[in-house]
């Protein structure tokens, strides 16, 4: 499996981005796709993650009704819509994708490169 990740970029607060994890090669074990985000000196935290067999979804309290994760199993691509930007939301974001329906990073067998997100004040 291997995921590619892209979308990210530089925006005012308040604003929004749209990030995309691309999918290839995705196994069956993979069903719980999730981003991640990681700021300079801090763990990498989990922001949201969605299944792709049915519609559940779970959110990190820092972004619920602000983000939303979507997926296009015929694309084998899932988003992750921005909206309402805060500086505090800087950081590089990561997709990933396991077999398990977990916040923690370590249960995400396959990672993307990452991609930057900055949001100036």
């Known amino acids: 499996v291997q995921l590619q990740a892209s979308g990210g970029g530089l925006v005012q607060a308040g604003g929004s981005l749209r990030l995309s994890c691309a999918a290839s090669?995705?196994?069956?074990?993979?069903?719980?796709a999730g981003w991640f985000r990681q700021a300079p000196g801090k763990e990498r935290e989990f922001v949201a993650a969605?299944?792709?067999?049915?519609?559940?979804?779970n959110y990190a309290a820092s972004v619920q009704g602000r983000f939303t994760i979507s997926r296009d199993n015929t694309k084998n691509t899932v988003s992750l819509q921005m909206n309402s930007l805060k500086p505090e939301d800087t950081g590089v974001y990561y997709c990933?994708?396991?077999?398990?329906?977990?916040?923690?990073?370590?249960?995400?067998?396959?990672w993307g490169q990452g991609t930057q997100v900055t949001v100036s004040s």
């Open positions: 090669g995705r196994a069956v074990n993979t069903d719980v």
């Open positions: 969605i299944r792709w067999s049915g519609r559940l979804t």
């Open positions: 990933a994708g396991g077999s398990n329906w977990s916040i923690r990073p370590t249960r995400y067998a396959y």
